[in-house]
């Protein structure tokens, strides 16, 4: 069954920090590009960072140096290592990837 899932949401402080995680099955997920997208209420979805196949990583403006994207191809997982959390990143948090399409996401509160 191709799928992703994504787990590690949560309620934190701002300035507090939170792990996601994201589990492929499915894939070749060794040569997939994957990534990370939020959803703010009202918003449209946006890219917040990717990591090729051979682990180049690119990141959106408002999360450079706050946010870390990284996979394990072993386990077929991506993460994101979220930093200096602020109520602005609130959203629902979305792993994709070309061949599976979008996981269900994950809820991310961050409270002022």
């Known amino acids: 069954q191709v799928q992703l899932v994504e787990s590690g949401g949560g309620l934190v402080q701002a300035g507090g920090s939170l792990r996601l995680s994201c589990a492929a099955s499915g894939i070749f997920f060794s040569i997939q590009s994957m990534a990370w997208y939020r959803q703010a209420p009202g918003k449209q979805r946006e890219l917040d960072a990717s990591i090729s196949n051979y682990g180049s990583t690119t990141y959106g403006d408002s999360v450079k140096g706050r946010f870390t994207i990284s996979r394990d191809n072993a386990k077929k997982m991506v993460y994101l290592q979220m930093n200096s959390l602020k109520p602005e990143d609130t959203a629902v948090y979305y792993c994709?990837?070309?061949?599976?399409?979008w996981g269900q996401g994950t809820q991310v509160t961050v409270s002022s």
């Open positions: 994709h990837s070309g061949a599976a399409g």
